[in-house]
């Protein structure tokens, strides 16, 4: 803004302003100029940017189109699909292959509870029947058998590796344990990273090497847990084990009516005394068992005599009915507890032999279906447990198929293993004690000519996945072929492709230049309406690449590699050019060279030799000539995507890294220049009218003194 006092016409009466803007319109015709060429390069810019984006889409085309799965599509026939069905990768080798029989299929191994001796029994025998979302420890009295519960808590954490050389992490409470006959403690502790499941030891020097990647050491005196190697950052560790008690502290207000414990079932034994503890602030109370209601009374009370709350042990609600307990602003109450737990175990055999072990941790307070969900998610056991409330039986079934327990006198050949002593829930509760397993054999079949099986009746040789539908004695043959129209669509895909980038690029060459509507002013803007601003716009952007060199070298570059023929020893002289396989040029010059395919041919070609075709399109070599059409379009292709990346940049480019950007900041800073030597222009046109409005106004103050001078006389 400039500082220049402007007097405009008040002596003179002229219009200052106007004339002022009238010469700098014509004084500001080199600055117009400036920011249209500035217009025209941006558009440029954009329009280069663009046609790269149709490049960059090409070579990415090209890069898949050297891929082999392209030219290598299978597809699988079989004489008879309700016995055999069959599917091939790209690298399944062409032939047929006949089974001629299949005399057994693969089965999963089932065992059904309560199926051990020659009496078949239910879970609830002819008490209630089980209610499967209800508490275990509710229902102990309707399985036949019982439950045995053991006092403990079962507590779950959750941690996120963070990527250390030695991951570790600290347990809030001392797991159970449990020491076997070589010394090696265990503990009643699941461990999972990301899935992977741990058992857990406190040495694992009497671990087999093999077998050590398996395991975690806790250390009881710490209560750390530390695996062998680093768990990566991010990594979901999760671990349940069993405590003999927890502790729980929370403040209270003044006057709290209750308190709510984290597990719902609290142990409590004939006087309640030994299970449970509580202090409130610095004061001891225990429980006392008064015909079945848990009350709470200070240690120091002996007799028993003034209760201060009670316990809902089958819900862990504290009620105070003394609120004298209570009485400071914030209390700390502290309560030590132990609940009921149950164990299961449960094991299944690998396809290599090896068998997964895992042990189950069941809250009082877990229904049925909890615990079955626990199984059925349990990643490496790979058995689905179900309950039928009809039946009032449970079943266990390997989700893997065949027989995979290799040495037979291990569990009596069995592929699932009932574990644990016989108060395990599985054992006692669940009666599989010596349920007999049905299933678990493997596919046997005869395949040319040859007696062999399998574990699952999905199985791969060669490239080619069969799956037996069924016991068949008639022979069934599979047939792999070249699948013709898969890789006739993925040449078309690049043919059209190809061709779509060609008319981009053309019609840029193409396209009209009109030299008359350059970029318009501010000012003339105004004058326009907007349909009539887009249609000058449009012609004034029009054919800013019109013969640009770069492009149109590109296109006889490629055209001159697409025409070629590829001088390969490993073509067949035969399919040497795409005109052999009915790829040509359209006959209409003015497209720039498109393609077009001649469907047939084509597709004769790639089933009479398909080796030569797709080499045609993706052979490698040291010279050019060598090279297939692809691996030569994609140099090509690259090279001019670079080249106008160095001219026109990219998105993430600032205007220094490229040439238009140079180009326009040098424009933006003459133009920056030119606007400030107008500034100073005006305020010169306004200092020179301003000098004559006040030479004016002195010479009207004079006349004025002398007429009215002269007027006295």
């Not at 809250?363 to 079955?372: E, K």
């Not at 190809?498 to 008319?503: F, R």
């Not at 004769?604 to 075709?613: E, G, L, M, R, Y």
Request: proline share 1%; glycine share 6%.
């Amino acid at each position: 803004m400039s500082s220049i006092q402007r007097i405009t016409g008040l002596a003179s009466g002229m219009d200052i302003d106007s004339i002022v803007e009238k010469m700098m319109t014509a004084a500001k015709q080199p600055l117009v100029k400036l920011q249209q060429q500035k217009q025209i390069l941006e558009w440029q810019e954009e329009d280069y940017r663009t046609l790269n984006q149709k490049y960059f889409d090409f070579r990415s085309t090209l890069s898949n189109m050297k891929l082999t799965s392209k030219y290598r599509a299978r597809t699988t026939a079989s004489s008879n699909e309700n016995y055999v069905t069959a599917t091939a990768t790209n690298n399944a080798a062409l032939g047929s292959a006949t089974i001629q029989s299949v005399t057994q299929l693969a089965t999963a191994a089932t065992k059904i509870s309560g199926t051990g001796s020659a009496t078949p029994t239910t879970l609830s025998g002819s008490g209630a029947k089980i209610k499967a979302d209800a508490s275990l420890y509710s229902q102990t009295g309707n399985f036949s058998n019982g439950i045995t519960w053991s006092n403990g808590v079962v507590v779950s954490q959750s941690f996120t590796g963070d990527g250390d050389a030695t991951a570790a992490v600290k347990l809030s409470n001392t797991p159970v344990s449990t020491t076997a006959d070589d010394g090696t403690v265990y503990y009643a502790m699941n461990v999972k990273v990301n899935g992977k499941t741990y058992q857990v030891v406190n040495d694992k020097s009497n671990i087999p090497d093999n077998e050590k990647g398996n395991y975690a050491v806790y250390n009881a005196e710490s209560g750390v847990l530390t695996f062998d190697s680093a768990v990566s950052a991010g990594s979901g560790i999760n671990v349940e084990y069993v405590a003999d008690a927890v502790t729980e502290t929370k403040t209270l207000s003044k006057g709290a009516a209750t308190m709510q414990l984290g597990h719902g079932l609290i142990a409590t034994d004939a006087t309640g005394n030994q299970a449970f503890s509580l202090k409130i602030n610095n004061t001891n109370y225990v429980l006392g068992n008064d015909n079945g209601t848990y009350k709470l009374y200070a240690e120091s009370d002996t007799g028993k005599s003034s209760p201060v709350g009670t316990l809902d042990a089958s819900t862990g609600l504290i009620t105070f009915t003394d609120s004298s307990v209570l009485s400071g602003d914030n209390n700390t109450v502290s309560a030590t507890y132990s609940s009921k737990y149950a164990t299961m175990s449960l094991g299944s055999y690998n396809e290599d032999g090896s068998m997964n072990k895992a042990a189950f941790y069941i809250d009082g307070t877990d229904s049925l279906n909890d615990v079955m969900a626990d199984v059925n998610s349990h990643s490496t056991l790979g058995v689905s447990m179900y309950y039928d409330a009809n039946a009032d039986r449970v079943s266990l079934t390997r989700k893997m198929t065949g027989d995979l327990n290799k040495n037979k006198e291990n569990n009596n050949g069995d592929e699932i293993i009932i574990g644990g002593s016989e108060n395990d829930f599985l054992n006692q509760t669940l009666q599989f004690n010596g349920s007999k397993e049905s299933g678990g054999e493997n596919a046997k079949f005869t395949m040319n000519g040859l007696e062999t099986e399998r574990t699952s009746n999905t199985f791969a040789i060669n490239g080619v996945t069969y799956t037996l539908k069924s016991k068949f004695d008639t022979p069934v043959t599979v047939t792999v072929s070249n699948d013709t129209d898969t890789i006739f669509k993925n040449i078309k895909d690049f043919v059209d492709q190809y061709n779509s980038l060609i008319d981009a690029v053309q019609s840029k060459l193409n396209e009209d230049r009109y030299p008359d509507y350059a970029p318009l002013t501010d000012d003339q803007r105004k004058e326009l309406t907007d349909t009539q601003q887009d249609q000058w716009d449009k012609k004034a952007r029009s054919g800013l690449l019109r013969n640009d060199m770069t492009l149109k070298s590109s296109l006889s570059n490629m055209r001159s590699l697409i025409y070629s023929k590829v001088n390969n020893a490993n073509i067949s002289s035969e399919y040497s050019q795409l005109s052999s396989i009915g790829i040509t040029t359209t006959s209409d010059w003015l497209e720039g060279g498109k393609l077009e395919i001649d469907e047939d041919k084509l597709k004769a070609a790639i089933q009479n030799d398909p080796d030569s075709v797709e080499l045609l399109f993706r052979a490698s070599g040291s010279t050019t000539s060598e090279k297939g059409i692809v691996q030569r379009l994609y140099d090509s292709v690259n090279q001019t995507y670079n080249t106008i990346v160095d001219k026109a940049g990219k998105s993430t480019y600032v205007n220094t890294q490229f040439t238009i950007g140079k180009n326009i900041n040098d424009l933006t800073d003459k133009i920056s220049d030119m606007n400030d030597k107008l500034d100073k222009l005006e305020d010169r046109y306004y200092a020179q009218f301003t000098a004559m409005e006040q030479a004016i106004q002195k010479y009207n103050s004079q006349y004025t003194y002398l007429s009215s001078f002269f007027s006295q006389q």
